[in-house]
């Protein structure tokens, strides 16, 4: 079970990143933007990894690229992430995950046909750099990507979200197809960077990830009175600005009070001018939190916060809705899984719930999931200056094909 | 002095704007833009008022066109303001002001030759709304236009500044011969629409204005760290929205502490996206007194509460210049000569300083000056809402023409 003689070898999975990296990035980070050129590149690289395999590799209608290695039986362990990236996007965000499963068919098929089915799937379109929608490929298998809202996102260059789709052969009214992926699909399996700054405040290389946070997320309009800044007294004014100054603080309160995160990432005034009260402001809200009881409670302090605010400055306010989703907790056995394996790579117990989205969030509606953390340096990601200590990231390695290993056996006994 | 049995009659200033407000405006507002057709339109409507009249018209070398009533010596009473408008402005703004001029020429030419000599000037290109210059005409004639600065500037449509007033026969590096318009004036008197609430909620519909207020304007740049909405903890941020937020609300703080009026007019987070903590946020800062002492204080006020505001948050901020005009408190005895002239009038001995900048803030540099308001419906302007009651107009340009014949006596007395 421990796997300590298996070929399964993490410095290979370091050795395939930075040969990704050379190949699709650079002094400003990487450029697998997807639908583009340079994502077909990733890809390419990712099927040349698999070509001396014994690995099937095909195409969902939803753009998902697969790779089987078929086993004895038809029950499938799924793993992977995204080869995708944002613009000037860092070298492991999405790509650790994939490579990281690459490895996983490079060793499983040294020891011969599997006892189940083992895939690795490099989603499309994970981060929405382009359109806006996140999680695309992950959310076209699991049927919750709004086709008809997807249709009509342009991006800003003009293109049209469904023609660039088009052109790599997904089509949005089939796309719904790509759901039998998930026939006999018995278990997900996620490595990820954390994107954030926890396990390196901790001095640790990797966790156990309990789920990934639910999400609400508007747009909050508050509107006033436009005014001169030089002609209307203080006394008289309705201005947004000031309003929307005591939501902000609120909401982060709110936040904190809760354990959870609140955020206020886009400010806009109208008229928006230096000789001018803001008649009107609109702002953004993202609220997230692993318990669905506390998001709940934190969505309703929100909006009386918004509602006091407008009314201390004399405005009003009202609110739009962006995104949500609900908290996604891991699935019990895969979490006590990943904790072994995690404990047997880095000697401890801790676990972390995700603050960013995964295609697991997605997965994890349907398949038992679970996901796996390597530590992010500064915590930052979306940057060229993401990165990850190398010994971190074959400790990562190591738990996630330790994770795989016993969910292969979880698979096999039928116990998920 | 009363002048109560002059020539000088009101409706003819209300009509004079009504016409003018068919040939330059519209269901959207006026449209007289400077140094566009529709402002040389309106300039054409002035020059037609004066044809019967015995007046010499001229443009001087920043655009200024003046209409000069010789008279028996040469010492000036100038009176005007500006017949350029915002983009969708109000159709009293400016206009008002050098309606009034025309009819006090008309007055004074049906007396024949007066005293001493009286000119309408049509300052060019108030309002800044296209290269973001305001009073730039008045600032060439007093040598308080950087020309430097002017030179670079440039339009939406990206038309250049010196390019634009060259059509119109200005030339940046001559503009300064302007100022040999202000030799033998002795003084200045502008009508104007308030532009802001105070008269009409005193019931009121004109005042004298005791001079215009000082003003400070910075741009503050907050730099902290952008991070993940999800990933990064609240106790770990540094974001620069929630120092924003806390400096906001204590610049509105100030401006109510020293009866003075504070603006937040914009706001701009980076990378501004409601997904992420915004690492850097520009905001703009408006503050004006009457009182330059009141001024500095609420300047230094500012700035340590821009320093707490970071700090608290973990930021740090820093300061740059926009735009800066002391305090012009207008002429005592040309204040005398209004009040006398407001109280009979409108019977009371109201007055208030502007908030807003007019040409008279630049010409009260060098040259004894005074305003008169006109009520503002609902404190509106720079709007096609802007509007004043006509009796508050009959009323306006009526203590305008007292005064200006007060101005009158002072000038050939020799007393200012």
Request: aromatic residues 6%; glycine residues 8%.
């Amino acid at each position: 079970m421990t796997s300590s003689s298996s070929s399964y070898v993490p410095a290979r999975v370091v050795a395939d990143l930075r040969a990704l990296a050379e190949n699709t990035g650079g002094a400003e980070g990487s450029r697998r933007l997807c639908w583009t050129p340079e994502w077909l590149k990733a890809r390419a690289q990712f099927r040349a990894a698999l070509s001396d395999l014994p690995v099937e590799i095909e195409t969902d209608e939803a753009g998902n690229l697969w790779a089987y290695l078929r086993g004895a039986r038809p029950e499938t362990l799924v793993v992977g992430s995204h080869l995708d990236s944002v613009p000037k996007g860092g070298w492991l965000d999405g790509a650790l995950g994939v490579m990281a499963g690459v490895e996983l068919l490079r060793a499983l098929a040294a020891e011969g046909t599997p006892p189940i089915t083992v895939a690795v799937v490099d989603w499309a379109d994970e981060e929405g750099a382009r359109f806006g929608r996140s999680l695309f490929g992950s959310a076209a298998v699991v049927g919750t990507l709004d086709v008809e809202a997807a249709r009509s996102l342009v991006d800003k260059e003009g293109h049209r979200l469904d023609q660039t789709v088009a052109e790599h052969g997904v089509d949005l009214a089939t796309i719904w197809r790509s759901s039998s992926r998930l026939q006999n699909v018995k278990a997900y399996v996620e490595l990820h960077i954390e994107q954030g700054p926890i396990l390196e405040s901790k001095g640790l290389g990797i966790c156990t990830v309990t789920g990934t946070k639910g999400i609400e997320r508007e747009r909050l309009v508050f509107r006033g009175q436009a005014a001169h800044a030089g002609t209307m007294p203080m006394e008289m004014r309705r201005d947004t600005l000031l309003a929307v100054s005591r939501y902000a603080l609120a909401l982060a309160e709110i936040g904190r009070r809760h354990q959870g995160v609140t955020t206020t990432g886009h400010v806009q005034c109208w008229p928006g001018v230096v000789t001018a009260v803001p008649g009107e402001t609109r702002v953004t809200m993202d609220m997230r939190h692993i318990s669905a009881e506390s998001l709940a409670a934190m969505y309703a302090e929100m909006k009386q916060a918004a509602h006091d605010a407008a009314a201390a400055e004399g405005c009003t306010v009202g609110f739009e809705p962006i995104f949500r989703i609900p908290p996604m907790p891991f699935h019990p056995k895969l979490l006590d899984a990943a904790r072994a394996s995690v404990k047997e790579v880095e000697g401890h117990d801790v676990e972390l719930p995700s603050g960013a989205l995964h295609d697991a969030s997605e997965i994890a509606r349907v398949i038992p999931t679970v996901m796996i953390f390597a530590s992010s340096i500064g915590g930052l990601s979306h940057t060229k200056e993401e990165d990850t200590p190398e010994a971190h990231l074959r400790m990562a390695a190591d738990a996630f094909h330790r994770t795989c290993r016993r969910a292969m056996a979880l698979i096999a006994e039928g116990a998920v």
